[in-house]
């Protein structure tokens, strides 16, 4: 299933600017925990959670956590004393940031294990950078119910039909004399002892198959783009090449264009994943290893002074998630 087939599309948000006691009564009027925060493009730049509003700190946390249950348990209204206890900060003053998002085509195996990995309890979901929609860990674990009540998990239709397919294969093979060691022959189809039992254990073999399969390539995937994040890590930028990227530079600029890609490296090299890149946060420089820790060194001495700039882009998002990243210089106005 994909992000969009689960995700709940009425998203409550608030904006930046908007004050720290006016997302408190949002969470409290729709009986939520958290709202995305959104920036003037609707781009998801952050989260408000009940844990931000009631404070990190252990003096606001005492100071206000009481107030906060007694108003979710009894549903009364938010008093003029509570709201008064906020100071004047608003939301972009106690987001949890960057934010991580998924897109809507994100497979939902993928974003239980986004959740885990960065230990979040939900994700906003976009198209074209827009929230669309939000995926909390209560609608991964409705799945999981729904698909306990049916006793068996709804086959997708590719697998279904890889499944008959290989059972047609079974019927297409003539059927010879077992010798006595033998295992028990395969019911021909018109064996009136075949079952619904036996379709459905072809399914579920041709999908576990599918799930080794799927499962072998995304190891070795990883194990590649650990080997290549390992390498970029201890990778040095000598002078030759530093020139040479530069010169390959003025010659994209010769063919008209206004940017060159210097460096294309794994997500895993920054060392949030790429979530700071990922929401465009000013301060992604400082999450950069390596070589590309490097090039951004070396714009900044060489390159910068004298008008470039360098931007950082996530390329691609296999599994809703940043993959590789790209590191642009750029001379257009």
């Not at 991964?140 to 709804?154: G, T």
């Not at 290989?166 to 004399?177: G, I, N, T």
Request: hydrophobic residues 40%.
């Amino acid at each position: 299933m994909k992000a969009r087939d689960v995700m709940t599309s009425k998203v409550v948000s608030a904006h930046a600017e908007t004050r720290a006691r006016d997302v408190a009564r949002l969470l409290l009027e729709n009986h939520i925990s958290a709202v995305p925060i959104l920036d003037n493009n609707g781009a998801p730049v952050g989260m408000v959670s009940e844990g931000d509003l009631i404070g990190r700190d252990e003096t606001e946390r005492e100071e206000r956590r009481d107030w906060w249950i007694a108003l979710l348990a009894e549903g009364k209204s938010l008093s003029r004393e509570f709201l008064s206890a906020f100071p004047e900060r608003s939301a972009s003053d106690i987001m949890s940031k960057p934010v991580v998002t998924v897109d809507e085509d994100a497979d939902t195996g993928e974003i239980a294990r986004l959740l885990q990995a960065y230990r979040i309890k939900r994700v906003p979901v976009v198209r074209d950078g827009q929230v669309v929609g939000i995926i909390s860990r209560e609608n991964l674990l409705r799945i999981l119910v729904n698909e306990e009540a049916h006793h068996i998990v709804k086959p997708r239709a590719g697998a279904l039909a890889g499944a008959l397919a290989a059972l047609d294969r079974h019927f297409e093979h003539p059927h010879h004399e077992a010798e006595p060691h033998a295992a028990a022959p395969v019911p021909r189809p018109d064996d009136t002892r075949l079952t619904v039992a036996d379709f459905r254990r072809l399914v579920v073999d041709y999908e576990n198959q599918e799930v080794k399969h799927r499962e072998e390539l995304r190891r070795n995937a990883a194990e590649q783009r650990r080997h290549k994040v390992a390498e970029l890590v201890d990778r040095h930028i000598p002078d030759e090449a530093w020139r040479n990227l530069v010169h390959q530079a003025r010659h994209a600029a010769e063919r008209g264009e206004k940017e060159f890609m210097l460096l294309s490296f794994p997500s895993q090299l920054c060392s949030d994943g790429g979530r700071t890149v990922n929401v465009g946060d000013p301060s992604w420089p400082a999450t950069l290893r390596g070589e590309a820790a490097e090039i951004y060194l070396r714009w900044e001495r060489d390159l910068k002074p004298h008008g470039f700039h360098l931007v950082a882009r996530v390329l691609n998002f296999p599994g809703g998630i940043p993959g590789d990243i790209g590191l642009f210089l750029i001379w257009k106005q």
